[in-house]
């Protein structure tokens, strides 16, 4: 089993910026892609941004140019680097690890970021 545990999340100005963490712990592939997915009320869960275990990197269009995955394999956490926020920000944002070889998914619990004046 792997647990995700997110942190980062709070109440910030549009403008401003956050850094979301995402620390995977227990029997913890080696090779997996890292994920940042997120959810406002009402709405779907949209992907957000990827990063394969090579560093590959995928963004969503209503995010390029302001937000950035990385990842440090030493810690086994993955971050979301969010810039110039806007209030369509606004979701809870929940951390996903695709362990390829098993053919399972796991979940965070999720890191509320609210975008507001």
């Known amino acids: 089993q792997v647990q995700l545990v997110e942190s ?5 100005q549009p403008g401003g910026s956050l ?5 995977a712990s227990g029997s913890v592939p ?3 892609d890292m994920a940042w997915y ?26 390029k140019g302001r937000f950035t995955i990385s990842r440090d394999n030493t810690k086994n956490t993955v ?10 920000d606004t979701a809870v944002y929940y951390c996903k690890m695709k362990n390829w070889i098993a053919g399972v998914d796991y979940w965070g619990q999720g890191t509320q970021v609210t975008v507001s004046s």
Request: proline letters at 4%.
């Open 79 to 88: 971050y979301l680097q969010m810039n110039s926020l806007k209030p369509e």
């Open 19 to 23: 850094r979301l963490s995402c620390a």
């Open 38 to 63: 997120r959810q406002a009320p009402g709405k779907q869960r949209d992907l957000v941004a990827s990063i394969t275990s090579g560093g590959t990197t995928y963004y969503a269009d209503s995010v």
């Open 30 to 32: 080696s090779t997996n």
């Open 8 to 12: 980062g999340g709070g109440l910030v």
